[in-house]
């Protein structure tokens, strides 16, 4: 099973054109309809260039809080010669769509979870590596500024993404489930878990868990319902989504340093820019990533302790020694294994040499 591939591709494919038509038809509407409500300033000139933009996560996470302050960044600083409608929590496309999408350039921009992207671009997959691969969120932002990120940006270009910029929306570090909290790795045997990419599920596989898929918009019925036995989450999109009420025994466990985040243009979204816009783009979303990022830190410290103060949420936080020397080492001999096995032993070494280079 390819994780990041949607399973509805052909309907996609069938249906590009008209999705295309329909979500432009929406969008140049909601267009008008703000302009004849709160008019456009005098001063700004007519906009030049509308553009479409989606994501997948709950409106009140920080990544997609960013996208809102993104879009009102772009308005100002372009004088109203850029406008871009912004459609959150899914509205447009669930998470594992959204690559489809903008291979296909049916939008011109999305906040998305390039854990979705594996199928499409293998080499994402270095974003989300674990077990002690990087040191620390700061290691990642680093190796994502140097060498490692701009592989990864070729890779996505070469499959018509153009990448804006890196987001986060913290580390894939919250194991919620009906059934149980976890203290050790072989508390998740024989668990049916939601993995929110490759590297999560590759650890669900080395614990002895049953690993799955499940999209954003899917995970708070699918745990309510004992679709799923538990699930991984970034610990403040959890909160926003209220997944602890269809699951309120949650763990504090890091499979990953940073949920990999970030915004990726169309390569028809971006070929309606000029360079100087681009250049734009480019440096609004660079504020906001950074605004993000200190966001999204103190968000998942507040929604820990929202969950250890909620009497309906029973809790276990995993100590950093423990997972040091009960998690890690397996999580890190198994994903080395299987991301070698993804994407070619010289690529491997190229992306691994390259995060090391950034400690």
Known sequence: MRWSRNKNNKSLQRGGTR??????????????????????????????????????SAATTSISQAGMRFVKRVQEDSKGEIMISFKPGGELYADKDIPTAISQGAIDLAVTNFGTWSGIVPSLVAI?????VYEDVQHLYKAQAGAMGQILKTDLAAKDGILVGWGDSGPTNVFLSKK????????????????????????????????????????YTALERNTLDGAFSAMDPSKAQKLYEAAPNVTWVTTSVSAPMGVVASKRGWAKLTPAQQDLILKAWAIE???????????????????????????????????????????????????????GKEKADQLLKAIAAAK
């Open 19 to 56: 999705m295309k038509r329909f979500v432009r038809l929406v969008f140049v509407v909601s267009f008008i309809l703000t302009t004849l409500m709160f008019g456009i300033p005098t001063q700004q000139a007519e906009a030049k260039v509308m553009l479409l933009m989606a994501g997948s």
């Open 128 to 132: 989300d590596l674990a077990g002690g």
């Open 180 to 219: 149980k909290l976890l203290s050790h790795p072989a508390d998740l045997k024989g668990l049916l878990v939601r993995c929110p990419n490759n590297v999560v599920r590759w650890l669900m596989e080395a614990y002895g868990a049953t690993p799955t898929f499940a999209s954003v918009s899917e995970l």
């Open 289 to 343: 990533m950074e605004w993000n990022r200190t966001d999204v830190a103190q968000k998942n410290l507040d929604a820990w302790d929202y969950y250890t103060k909620n009497p309906k949420v029973k809790t276990h936080r995993v100590t950093d020694e423990e997972q040091r020397k009960e998690w890690d080492p397996i999580a890190r001999e198994y994903q080395l294994k299987k991301f070698i096995e993804l994407v």
